[in-house]
């Protein structure tokens, strides 16, 4: 069933109205659908390089209110909740995290996770129902995610404009690996100037 639904979202990129497909997958994508935004946008932007822009934008924007739509679907929804969480076995962490937010270390753990879960292939739909689960600041989590998934689909557009087949290649053998290198790595910045402005505040 993946894969026929993979192959329907890669149909979908060449498809007319593949804009709005896009919209359509980038939505649904952050609050339960399995299948991530990228499996069109690296297609697109090759047949479509002028509008890589375009492209890259309306996946960030449409990605957001999706994350918005699950962060409302933990927050008010919780059989719906919980069985998508179970479904990805994050069910029984929600007590421990939940417990961690009390203190500001936890709380800023979680700031962590969440651009990890919305920049790298961590389930971020997972992240934003966990979100709304936990009462986490909403107006944080909607910048983390503007941030997260900005980043994310802004290289995955330029490249692909800039690279076209050859990044597609690479992002099929090594994408998961670079992007988790990456999020790591811009977290270990962001904390490293964290300390520095505490240190010296």
């Known amino acids: 069933m993946f894969n026929t639904i993979y192959k329907k979202c890669l149909d979908l ?3 007319k109205s593949s804009k709005y497909y896009l919209a359509l997958v980038s939505f649904i994508e952050s609050s339960f659908f399995p299948i991530p935004p990228d499996v069109m946008i690296i297609p697109m932007v090759i047949s479509k390089k002028n509008d890589f822009k375009k492209i890259f934008l309306i996946s960030t924007i449409f990605s957001v209110l999706g994350g918005v739509l699950g962060y409302f679907i ?8 919980t069985q998508i969480m179970s479904f990805y076995d994050y ?11 009390i203190n500001s270390e936890g709380f800023y753990a979680w700031l962590g ?8 292939p961590l389930p971020y739909k997972v992240f934003t129902i966990a979100s709304g689960l936990i009462g986490f600041n909403i107006l944080v989590f909607i910048l ?4 997260s998934r900005g980043l994310r689909f802004f290289i995955i557009s330029y490249l692909s404009y800039k690279f076209g087949d050859i990044f ?7 994408g998961s690996k670079w992007f988790t290198a990456i999020g790591v790595s811009i977290l270990i910045i962001g904390v490293i100037i964290y300390l520095i402005f505490k240190t010296y505040a």
């Not at 996770?113 to 790298?120: E, H, K, P, V």
């Open 13 to 15: 990129a060449a498809h």
């Open 74 to 81: 933990g927050a008010f929804f919780f059989d719906i909740a």
């Open 91 to 101: 069910e029984n962490k929600l007590t421990h995290i939940k417990n961690d937010l």
């Open 113 to 120: 996770i969440l651009f990890l879960a919305g920049f790298t």
């Open 144 to 147: 983390i995610s503007l941030i």
């Open 168 to 174: 597609t290649k690479f992002m099929a053998e090594h």
